[in-house]
């Protein structure tokens, strides 16, 4: 039945559906059929799979399902009265919908809390959507959301090559030119080489819209274009955005001018914060010693949640610690910070401990689950279906099911959070049916203590040590690699196609395997737990030696590429600054290489 869900085989789903009944997986079975005719399944249909699958994923699947459909169609009554059995509350979409349904009820009395949450929701969304939208759409005709709301959304969704985005903001506020987003989007240069038939403010956001465009595509190009013509028709708003997003782009090139060009805009606070955190990162690589009175304005300016975030906390710490004159105040706000994130739990959570004077040691064990909290957790009904879905490769549906049972919902299946104690014993239940990926990520979910041997297990350690020994690698640093390429899953595939525990990719397997002399190897090996080990292990090791055993250098290699790590090592044709190891592994530019390493 997965794979007629897939197909969306209306017809082979029906058929099927009578032959799950009684099975473990039912519930899966009858959520494929009612979902893929939802749109045309009776209210009485659809309440009666509720009651059926009470308290199930599946239940709050459909009616997360139902809920933004009942949105697209405008039926408010009914959104309103089932939203609050909604259990997840993880779709921005769907609150967006409930939002506008509070916003036509309560009016103004609620429009500023309802205009502040659909902004944060909105704005951090790029693929299309209805919800959101909308809600933004009535919000600007109420005048809670401003024009520069709207152009804002636009011109983040330009930078980050969402077209469609884009043109669904502008059509609220300006409908008479949301079709030339799409030119903006094919050609910046040649639409700011034409005359732009619109009115004078809207043709001023047409043109900032494609200076982010060209910055997105070469920053270089879009700081000569202001330099030489545009920057004197534009507002000190638009101004200091468009520096601010050729500021970013530069700095996420490491380009030694990245500081240049936020120095031409007055006031950090008109940036976002992305762009803030790119400069941050740009003052902290500007020369052998960092610009640390730019580190603290530019984190400073943050937005308070952004400010939380502990990467951030650390280097604002330095920041104050960097001050020539250090009085007792600035000592104890400093120390204040460290001590806020200091631990053992992150990468910048031991920097603090570290900088506070403590080594970084394991955290002591907590008490093993019991035998009546495991057992808890083996009659959860949610993780008995994962487990089950799993075993019988529905990973992806194990994977939702399991998330929603230990992520989404408490021990009793209401919204809220499983305690402690409960997500050690759900973690040590998928330790014990050696689901590692979800043993980890339950496990590190936990908040006042934790379990490293849940969160850092150690599978196939045969097949590891016999394999790095051979080769002299640590096993601990490739224990590491295969942690965060693939959590142990043995058939994970990415994306882009990178395959097994170490995610490697066709071309390089097939390279790696001539080097190595690993004779007759073939693609469909590739996810074999030996092959695989094999020649991750044989790549990481030509890596490592490549870059003279810099373990940071080879881990960003491995994931990114060679050429890309050496480029991060020596910017500007090797000319960039000597820097600390954590200024060079913040301003990596992927995000997913920066958390890697």
Known sequence: MANAFKRNDKKRLTALLPQAKGHPLEA?????????????????????????????????RLRNDWLLLLGSRRDWTTLESEYPHYRMRDDRELRCYFLTVEFIQKGPQVGKMVADEVRRNWMGMREADDGCTLAADRLYDAKFFTALDIWRKARLMVEHTRPVTARNAVQIVAPQVAPMVKDIHNNATQFLAKNIAAPQKVRQELVVMALVRVASQDPDVAA????????PYLTTEERHWVWGVIGRQSAMRLDDDALDHYARVAHDKDLNDDMLAWKVRAALRAGNTPKWSLVESAIHAMSPDARKEPAWIYWYARALLSHKKITPAIQQEANALLESIAGVKGFYEQLAL???????????????????????????????????????????EGVREWNYGTNLVNAQGQSGLMTDRELLAAAQLACEHQIWDRCINTSERTRAVIDVEQRFPMPFKDAVLQRTRSINLDPAYVYGLIRQESRFVMDAKSHVGASGLMQVMPATARWTARKIGLNGFTPDQITDRDTNIAIGTGYLKLVLDSFEGSLPLASAAYNAGPSRSRRWRAPNDGTGPVVEGAIWAENVPFNETRDYV
Not at 224 to 231: A, F, G, I, V
Not at 363 to 391: G, M
């Open 28 to 60: 899966w079975a009858a959520y494929w059929e009612l979902k893929a005719r939802l749109d045309e399944a009776s209210s009485q249909e659809i309440r009666a799979f509720f009651t059926k699958f009470e308290g199930s994923y599946q239940e709050d």
């Open 224 to 231: 000569k274009l202001m330099r030489t013509k545009w920057q």
């Open 354 to 396: 570290e900088e506070l004077g403590r080594k970084v040691s394991t955290p002591s064990k907590p008490p093993a689950p019991t035998a009546e909290e495991l057992e808890v957790a083996k009659r959860n009904p949610s993780l008995q279906r994962a487990l089950y879905a799993i075993a019988m490769g529905l990973r992806a």
